[in-house]
């Protein structure tokens, strides 16, 4: 999978396909992750989450350019749990989590007030 990113990072002026693409690899990872935890309400809860919250990633990676963050990020969990290092890939995956809802918090804020202005401004 992180081979797979890295591929589709390297192709020069990528398409939005192409974007996408990574995108699903890096969801597919999430679930991978929880998958092989074993924790089964975890595995239900994240599925849920990412279904319904997809296209907040797809907006932060697309508008906040943070594809090269994200794929260091899976990168850096993914040697932690093959190193046999759970508690520091626990530290990598919340700090991972709470960047992305940091990330969406601010675009929505950027988008209420935007809203705002065109409120304004009519």
Not at 16 to 29: A, M, P, S
Not at 45 to 71: S, V
Not at 80 to 109: E, P, Y
Request: glycine content about 6%; charged content about 25%.
């Amino acid at each position: 999978m992180l081979a797979e990113c890295e591929r589709l990072a390297a192709i020069p002026d990528r398409t939005t396909r192409e974007k996408f693409q990574e995108l699903e690899v890096g969801i597919d990872l999430h679930r991978v992750i929880v998958e092989i935890s074993g924790n089964v309400m975890l595995h239900g809860m994240l599925c849920g989450i990412l279904d319904k919250c997809q296209h907040y990633a797809w907006t932060e990676l697309l508008w906040l350019d943070e594809w090269k963050i994200a794929r260091d990020e899976h990168a850096e969990i993914v040697e932690a749990i093959c190193a046999g290092d759970a508690s520091q890939a626990g530290t990598l995956a919340r700090s991972h989590v709470r960047g992305s809802r940091d990330n969406v918090l601010r675009l929505l804020q950027a988008k209420s007030d935007y809203q705002s202005f065109l409120a304004k401004a009519s």
